[in-house]
């Protein structure tokens, strides 16, 4: 099992790190996910977040995420093969937790340095954006 730190890491970069460690049968945690980071033009980022929840209807869908946890998990399952058992049994095998929960120990928690943000100007974290969706 794999307990990986979300803080200031690319929330597409690693949601796409956490689809492979998945389908290769691994079983992944993420905590801090509130702290993961979008990088853009934080207004752009929120009106195209905005965007998304007012397509469709309140019965049909498509329903999209307000939380930092939801957010994350979706888009990791939108980069698994849904139609097949292999995608929904490898998302199956993912959690994903705002913030670090009292059942996982702290000693284990990896970094990947692959994700990180070094040098990125606009940037805008999961909280901040979960808030302007109104979901925390």
Do not use: H, W
């Amino acid at each position: 099992m794999k307990i990986i730190d979300a803080s200031n890491t690319v929330y597409g970069r690693l949601s796409a790190y956490v689809a492979k460690q998945l389908l290769n049968g691994e079983e992944v945690v993420i905590v801090n996910a509130s702290k993961a980071v979008i990088t853009g033009d934080r207004k752009f980022i929120i009106d195209k977040f905005k965007q998304r929840l007012d397509i469709g209807s309140v019965r049909k869908g498509p329903y999209y995420p307000k939380t930092p946890e939801n957010i994350l998990r979706r888009s990791i399952g939108d980069m698994l093969p849904k139609k097949i058992t292999r995608g929904k049994e490898a998302l199956s095998r993912c959690k994903v937790y705002r913030n670090l929960p009292k059942n996982v120990s702290s000693e284990k928690i990896e970094k990947v340095d692959d994700v990180m943000t070094d040098k990125v100007v606009g940037i805008i974290t999961l909280e901040e954006l979960s808030k302007e969706l109104g979901g925390m």
